[in-house]
C-alpha cells in the first residue's frame, strides 16, 4: 500500500508538471507544408531556403535567441548554414549551467522529398522547442535547439576522404569542432578542469515510420552479439517495425539522457501498441572517424558520430531507415514523401515528440508555475522547482510499476 501511495504521489507531480504538445495537427501541418520537398542546393535550393527561414522565424518566435553558424563546403560555391535556438537556464553564464541539446538536420540528399529523413526529426525538434518554450516558466539549466546542415554531404559517392572533406556529417562536425567549444568558453559553461559542463545531445534522425506487420524490421545480424537481449524481443514479437530505436553508449554520460527519454516514452499511456527499444552500445575507446565508418557504420551514420568523436555525449533517437518497411525502398528515394505520413505514422512522431518534451523538461530542470491572469508569464508565476534526478526517477518508478 505505502508503495502504491507513492506512485500516486509521483503521478500527481508529474502529471501537474507535464508540458503537453497538445496532438499531432501542428506536426502534420509543419511536416508537410515546409518538409515535403527536396532541400538540396543542386535540386530545389528555394524549398533549401524557405525551410531554412522557416526554422529561423520559429525560433524567434518562441522567444530563443537565434544564432547562426556557417561553414564552408567542399563546394566553393555552397555555405552550410546551422542554426542554434538557446532557451537560456536560471544558471546560464555560469560554471553551475548544464546545457542540454535537441539536434535534427534539415538538409536533404538530391533523390527525395525527405518527409521521414529527416523532415520527421526537424519537425520534432520545432515542436519540441515550441512546447517547452510556451510556459512562461523557467528552467534551471540552458536548453538548445540545433538545426544542422548537410549530414546527408553534397557529393558523399564520389568522395573519397569523407573525414577531411566533411561530404557527410559537415554541419555537426562545424559545430562540435568550431562552434561549441567557443561557445563553451564565451558563457562559461566549463567546469574547474575546463571540461564542459554539457548534460549532451538528442540527435533526431528519421523517426517518422512505423511499420506493424510481421517481418517488416531487418535486423542486421552483426550487431547481435551487442545487442542479445534487444534481438530476442524483436524476433519475439515478429520483428515488427513497432518501436523507435534510442541508442547511447554503455558507461557514459550520456547514459542520463538515455535514461530519460526511455523512461518518458515507457511513461505514456498513449498508443501502448508503440514500443521504445534501447540499444546500450559498448563504449570504443580511441574512436575514430574510420573505426567507426569501417566496422559500426549502420550504429554511427548520423549526427551523433561527431560528438562521440568531439569527446561530448550524445544519443541516437531513429525509427532504423532503411531497415523498416516502406523505408528499405524509400530511403534516399522519392518515395520517401508525404505519403508516408498517415495517421498512425503521425501518432508515432506524436509520442517521440512528447516523449523529448518530457525528457527535456526533467533534464533542465523545468521549474513548474502556475500562471497568474493578471501577471507577467515570468515574474508573476508561482514556481514549484522538480529535479531532474527526482522527475526522472519518478518517470522510471511509474514504468516499472506499469
Partial sequence: MRALLSILVIVQLTSA????????????????????????????????????????????AYGLEVLTNSFPTTRSDVTGYNYIGVKRGLRYGTADDRPVM??????????????DDNGSGITALLQAAKALTSTGCTFNYTLMFAAVDFEEGIDLDNDTNQQFSCSGLCGSKFLVDDWLPKWFQNVSALDQNNNPTFQGAIVLETILHINMTNDSQIVPGAYRPYFPDVYTRIEARGRRGDFIAAMGREGQPEMALLDA????????????????????MPYIQNLTYDLAWNTYRDLV??????????????????????FRGSMRTCYHSPCDNRHLAT?????????????????LAALAEFNVCTMSTTTSPVSGSNCVHVDSMFLTAAIYAIWQSL
Fill in 343 to 359: 495517421e498512425q505514422s503521425l501518432d508515432f512522431l506524436g509520442k517521440s515528440t512528447q516523449s523529448l518534451v518530457d525528457a
Fill in 102 to 115: 535537441l539536434l535534427a538536420h534539415y538538409d536533404t540528399v538530391s533523390t527525395t522529398e525527405g518527409v
Fill in 17 to 60: 508538471s507535464k508540458i503537453d504538445i497538445g496532438g499531432t495537427s501542428w506536426i502534420k501541418d509543419v511536416l508537410l507544408t515546409h518538409f515535403s520537398f527536396t532541400r538540396h542546393p543542386d535540386v530545389n535550393v528555394t524549398a533549401k531556403t524557405a525551410a531554412q527561414l522557416f526554422i529561423q522565424n520559429e525560433f524567434k
Fill in 301 to 322: 551514420r548520423s549526427d551523433h558520430l561527431r560528438f562521440w568523436l568531439g569527446g561530448l555525449p550524445a544519443i541516437w533517437i531513429t525509427d532504423t531507415a532503411n
Fill in 261 to 280: 527519454f526511455t523512461a518518458s516514452w515507457k511513461a505514456q499511456s498513449a498508443s501502448p501498441e508503440f514500443d521504445v527499444e534501447r540499444f546500450n
